[in-house]
């Protein structure tokens, strides 16, 4: 777990504060679209959602690798890019991000998709999965919705219920067709999920639609940085020379440089500084590290 870099000031001047928008360096962000970033993968993932797009089909895939490899980007840039897609074939397409991090069962993972996209609010307790998947079922068919969920972290839910929540999706869509409506499923993981599927599973899902990814090159990092500095920092409070900086004493790894990037904006307005230094980067780092 990353320790906390500093002790913020609870209401920093306006001539000191140099983070305008905090939620630009969660891990969940949506990330400005950035075509260089895993432009291979997203090629690859619009090729086995084409049946999806043109006939309504229902598509699963897996996503693998580390972490720092760019398996959050990816998706969040894909499901905007997929949105897009069916707005333009006519398709009513609704894809769902979902972190397993924070929604690592079944039933809250189905009670957050109806609560944020069908304004459908019901008790935590007393529905089974099942329960909530006919009642997201009957929604998607009344609208004519083609739903994508995308599971990040999909192995922390997997290692908690196995396969059976993906089973039930699957299930679900061979007894009520595509005419009007499907549940389409994207999950990483920075394991390898086959090796949680049982032989039911194996054949509902297709082993050559597994995504691989390799870590991000200092390159595509820096580029990420540079979105998120643009986005959620003062503008003349950073500078690149600074983000060559901590991608330098983050030893590529992705997370850990944007994670050193907004504690050194934390630590540069607790000193009363208007712009980052590579002091304050060096202060964020030793936390880390």
């Known amino acids: 777990m990353v320790k906390s870099s500093v002790r913020?000031?609870?209401?920093?001047?306006?001539?000191?504060?140099?983070?305008?928008?905090?939620?630009?360096?969660?891990?969940?962000?949506?990330?400005?679209?950035?075509?260089?970033?895993?432009?291979?993968?997203?090629?690859?993932?619009?090729?086995?959602?084409?049946?999806?797009?043109?006939?309504?089909?229902?598509?699963?895939?897996?996503?693998?690798?580390?972490?720092?490899?760019?398996?959050?980007?990816?998706?969040?840039?894909?499901?905007?890019?997929?949105?897009?897609?069916?707005?333009?074939?006519?398709?009513?397409?609704?894809?769902?991000?979902?972190?397993?991090?924070?929604?690592?069962?079944?039933?809250?993972?189905?009670?957050?998709?109806?609560?944020?996209?069908?304004?459908?609010?019901?008790?935590?307790?007393?529905?089974?999965?099942?329960?909530?998947?006919?009642?997201?079922?009957?929604?998607?068919?009344?609208?004519?919705?083609?739903?994508?969920?995308?599971?990040d972290d999909s192995e922390v839910l997997l290692k908690i219920e196995g396969p059976k929540f993906l089973y039930e999706i699957a299930r679900k869509n061979d007894e009520m067709g595509r005419a009007y409506g499907s549940i389409s499923v994207i999950a990483t993981s920075n394991i390898d999920q086959w090796e949680f599927m049982d032989l039911p599973m194996a054949c509902m899902f297709n082993r050559s639609d597994t995504i691989y990814l390799q870590p991000l090159i200092a390159r595509e990092i820096l580029v990420i940085l540079q979105s998120k500095a643009m986005a959620g920092l003062r503008p003349n409070s950073w500078d690149q020379e600074i983000l060559q900086y901590i991608l330098k004493v983050s030893n590529g790894d992705f997370r850990t440089a944007f994670i050193t990037l907004i504690s050194a904006a934390h630590q540069a307005e607790v000193e009363g500084m208007d712009r980052i230094t590579t002091e304050h980067v060096d202060v964020a780092i030793s936390f880390i590290m």
């Open 8 to 151: 913020r000031r609870s209401q920093p001047g306006p001539r000191n504060r140099i983070v305008i928008d905090d939620t630009v360096f969660s891990l969940n962000h949506q990330h400005v679209e950035i075509p260089s970033i895993c432009k291979v993968q997203r090629k690859q993932l619009h090729s086995i959602f084409v049946p999806l797009i043109e006939t309504g089909a229902p598509r699963n895939v897996f996503i693998q690798g580390g972490k720092g490899t760019g398996k959050t980007t990816l998706i969040n840039m894909f499901c905007r890019a997929l949105d897009a897609s069916g707005m333009r074939s006519g398709r009513n397409i609704i894809t769902v991000p979902v972190n397993c991090n924070f929604r690592s069962k079944s039933s809250e993972i189905l009670h957050y998709v109806l609560a944020s996209r069908f304004n459908e609010h019901m008790e935590e307790r007393g529905l089974s999965s099942l329960n909530l998947i006919d009642i997201l079922w009957r929604r998607l068919v009344k609208e004519q919705v083609h739903l994508v969920i995308a599971l």
